[in-house]
């Protein structure tokens, strides 16, 4: 079992940054695939971006690629997703999401969710 919590979601201008944290329990966590995905309203869940267990291998969505970079901490057991340059359209409850398995963007591939953390970005 892994469980996920996020953190430092808010509201910023146009152009700022904000820095989430997704923290698990759980002694297994370096041994899971991480990723981050995020849903506005009304809009389906639509991924952002992935990182192996290992923290060797990343991928962005092209809406996110040069502003968001992803990072873990095994040590810490903590995911964090860095977003730059944000735009009204980054608007979004951001999910982490946790699988054992290769990468994918389906997020009904991914077995452990978080609550989400909402990221507010204002014109």
């Known amino acids: 079992q892994l469980q996920l919590v996020e953190s430092g979601g808010g509201l910023v201008q146009a152009g700022g940054s904000l820095r989430l944290s997704c923290a698990a329990s759980g002694r297994t966590f370096s041994t899971y695939n991480m990723a981050w995905f995020r849903q506005a309203p009304g809009e389906e869940r639509e991924f952002v971006t992935y990182?192996?267990?290992?923290?060797?291998?990343?991928t962005y969505a092209d809406s996110v690629k040069g502003r968001f970079t992803i990072s873990r901490d095994n040590a810490e057991n903590t995911v964090y997703l860095q977003m730059n340059s944000l735009k009204p359209e980054d608007t979004a409850v951001y999910y982490c999401?946790?699988?054992?398995?290769?990468?994918?963007?389906?997020?009904?591939?991914?077995?452990?969710w978080g609550q989400g953390t909402q990221v507010t970005v204002s014109s």
């Open positions: 999401a946790a699988r054992r398995g290769p990468w994918t963007l389906d997020s009904h591939d991914y077995d452990y």
């Open positions: 990182i192996s267990w290992s923290g060797s291998r990343t």
